[in-house]
């Protein structure tokens, strides 16, 4: 049974890091990509793709809001994938959500319907 746990959320401040970590048990090398997500605080809004990826060669893919202060990567040996979080601002207070595909894309899909497992969430609040 294929699990994700993520781990690691806070308040911190703005200007502050935090990392944040997913393990993924059960089947993990059957991911091709794995992402994080987030969903900011109000009524309906969508999960919004923060970072992607790829589990085979790691390549990666950055939201514009997110591009040059945050990194994803993996640990193969821990079967955990972090999102090392830098420069915080208020707009990053959301929560965090870390998911994962097994279907095969040609590149790192940004779609939340494109990804069949999804961890709780985890609440990162930056504070002015």
């Known amino acids: 049974q294929v699990q994700l746990v993520e781990s690691g959320g806070d308040l911190v401040q703005t200007g502050d890091s935090l990392r944040v970590s997913c393990i993924v048990s059960?089947?993990?090398?059957?991911?091709?990509?794995m992402a994080w997500f987030r969903r900011a605080p109000g009524m309906n809004r969508d999960r919004q793709f923060v970072?992607?990826?790829?589990?085979?060669?790691?390549?990666?893919l950055y939201g514009d809001s997110v591009k040059g202060r945050f990194i994803i990567s993996k640990d193969d040996a821990e079967n955990t994938v972090y999102l090392q979080m830098s420069s915080l601002k208020p707009e990053d207070t959301a929560v965090y959500y870390c998911?994962?595909?097994?279907?095969?894309?040609?590149?790192?899909?940004?779609?939340?319907?494109?990804?069949?497992?999804w961890g709780q969430g985890i609440q990162v609040t930056v504070s002015p």
């Open positions: 059960g089947h993990s090398s059957s991911f091709s990509i």
């Open positions: 970072a992607g990826l790829t589990w085979s060669d790691e390549r990666s």
């Open positions: 998911a994962g595909t097994m279907q095969s894309y040609s590149s790192i899909v940004t779609a939340p319907t494109s990804y069949q497992y």
